[in-house]
Nanobody, 126 residues
Framework: QVQLVESGGGSVQAGGSLRLTCTAF????????MVWFREAPGKEREGVAA????????YYAVSVLGRSTISQDKAKNTLYLQMNSLKPEDTAIYYC???????????????????WGRGTQVTVSS
Protein backbone atom coordinates (compact mmCIF):
# COMPACT_ATOMS: atom_id res chain seq x y z
CA GLN A 1 0.00 0.00 0.00
CA VAL A 2 1.40 3.34 -1.08
CA GLN A 3 1.73 5.81 1.76
CA LEU A 4 3.48 9.18 2.02
CA VAL A 5 4.13 10.84 5.37
CA GLU A 6 5.34 14.44 5.54
CA SER A 7 7.02 16.11 8.49
CA GLY A 8 9.31 19.02 9.29
CA GLY A 9 6.91 21.91 8.95
CA GLY A 10 6.67 24.63 11.55
CA SER A 11 6.55 28.34 12.25
CA VAL A 12 9.57 30.45 11.37
CA GLN A 13 10.36 34.09 10.81
CA ALA A 14 11.07 35.48 7.38
CA GLY A 15 14.60 34.65 6.31
CA GLY A 16 14.61 31.38 8.20
CA SER A 17 14.97 27.83 6.93
CA LEU A 18 13.11 24.54 7.17
CA ARG A 19 13.75 21.05 5.89
CA LEU A 20 10.64 19.11 4.99
CA THR A 21 10.68 15.33 4.93
CA CYS A 22 8.48 12.88 3.05
CA THR A 23 8.87 9.23 3.94
CA ALA A 24 7.53 6.74 1.44
CA PHE A 25 6.02 3.36 2.24
CA UNK A 26 4.91 0.57 -0.06
CA UNK A 27 7.09 1.47 -3.03
CA UNK A 28 10.64 2.52 -3.91
CA UNK A 29 10.63 6.31 -4.10
CA UNK A 30 13.81 6.52 -6.19
CA UNK A 31 12.02 4.72 -9.05
CA UNK A 32 9.42 7.45 -9.45
CA UNK A 33 9.06 11.16 -10.02
CA MET A 34 8.66 12.57 -6.51
CA VAL A 35 7.05 15.99 -6.15
CA TRP A 36 6.44 18.61 -3.49
CA PHE A 37 3.28 20.70 -3.77
CA ARG A 38 1.90 23.42 -1.57
CA GLU A 39 -1.51 24.90 -1.00
CA ALA A 40 -2.07 28.27 0.60
CA PRO A 41 -5.48 29.39 1.89
CA GLY A 42 -7.66 30.50 -1.00
CA LYS A 43 -5.13 29.45 -3.63
CA GLU A 44 -4.76 26.49 -5.94
CA ARG A 45 -2.36 23.69 -5.19
CA GLU A 46 1.03 24.63 -6.66
CA GLY A 47 3.91 22.42 -7.75
CA VAL A 48 7.02 23.48 -5.83
CA ALA A 49 9.77 21.03 -6.79
CA ALA A 50 10.22 17.62 -8.38
CA UNK A 51 12.92 14.99 -8.55
CA UNK A 52 13.35 12.56 -11.42
CA UNK A 53 13.82 8.84 -10.70
CA UNK A 54 17.31 8.25 -9.43
CA UNK A 55 17.76 11.96 -8.83
CA UNK A 56 18.97 12.60 -12.38
CA UNK A 57 16.96 15.78 -12.78
CA UNK A 58 15.33 18.42 -10.63
CA TYR A 59 12.55 20.88 -11.33
CA TYR A 60 11.54 23.99 -9.39
CA ALA A 61 8.77 26.53 -9.45
CA VAL A 62 10.04 30.02 -10.24
CA SER A 63 8.76 31.17 -6.85
CA VAL A 64 11.26 28.96 -4.97
CA LEU A 65 14.11 28.71 -7.49
CA GLY A 66 17.43 29.50 -5.84
CA ARG A 67 15.97 29.18 -2.34
CA SER A 68 15.02 25.51 -2.26
CA THR A 69 16.68 22.15 -2.87
CA ILE A 70 14.92 18.85 -3.42
CA SER A 71 16.83 15.68 -2.63
CA GLN A 72 16.37 12.13 -1.51
CA ASP A 73 17.93 9.46 0.69
CA LYS A 74 17.51 6.16 -1.10
CA ALA A 75 18.44 4.10 1.94
CA LYS A 76 15.68 5.78 3.96
CA ASN A 77 13.22 5.90 1.06
CA THR A 78 12.77 9.55 1.92
CA LEU A 79 12.38 12.79 0.00
CA TYR A 80 13.49 16.16 1.33
CA LEU A 81 12.82 19.80 0.57
CA GLN A 82 15.32 22.24 2.03
CA MET A 83 13.83 25.71 2.05
CA ASN A 84 15.96 28.77 2.79
CA SER A 85 15.31 32.52 2.88
CA LEU A 86 11.68 31.81 3.64
CA LYS A 87 9.10 34.48 2.88
CA PRO A 88 5.59 35.02 4.26
CA GLU A 89 4.23 34.01 0.86
CA ASP A 90 5.74 30.56 1.40
CA THR A 91 3.12 29.96 4.08
CA ALA A 92 1.09 26.91 3.03
CA ILE A 93 0.46 23.26 3.64
CA TYR A 94 3.17 21.28 1.87
CA TYR A 95 2.38 17.89 0.37
CA CYS A 96 4.45 15.27 -1.35
CA UNK A 97 2.98 13.27 -4.20
CA UNK A 98 3.87 10.45 -6.54
CA UNK A 99 2.36 8.68 -9.53
CA UNK A 100 4.68 9.10 -12.48
CA UNK A 101 7.72 7.17 -13.66
CA UNK A 102 9.18 10.38 -15.12
CA UNK A 103 8.52 13.99 -14.20
CA UNK A 104 8.22 15.59 -17.64
CA UNK A 105 7.33 19.13 -18.55
CA UNK A 106 4.00 19.05 -16.71
CA UNK A 107 5.33 17.77 -13.38
CA UNK A 108 3.62 20.66 -11.59
CA UNK A 109 0.07 19.60 -12.51
CA UNK A 110 -1.58 18.12 -9.39
CA UNK A 111 -4.15 16.32 -11.56
CA UNK A 112 -1.42 13.90 -12.67
CA UNK A 113 -0.93 12.46 -9.18
CA UNK A 114 -3.11 10.00 -7.31
CA UNK A 115 -0.98 9.41 -4.24
CA TRP A 116 -0.63 12.16 -1.67
CA GLY A 117 0.50 12.61 1.87
CA ARG A 118 -1.56 14.48 4.45
CA GLY A 119 0.71 17.49 4.39
CA THR A 120 2.77 19.53 6.81
CA GLN A 121 2.05 23.15 7.70
CA VAL A 122 4.66 25.83 7.05
CA THR A 123 4.02 29.28 8.50
CA VAL A 124 6.38 32.16 7.84
CA SER A 125 5.90 35.38 9.78
CA SER A 126 7.22 38.77 8.75
Amino acid sequence: QVQLVESGGGSVQAGGSLRLTCTAFGFTASEYCMVWFREAPGKEREGVAALDPGGVGTYYAVSVLGRSTISQDKAKNTLYLQMNSLKPEDTAIYYCAVDLRFCGRTWYDPALYNYWGRGTQVTVSS
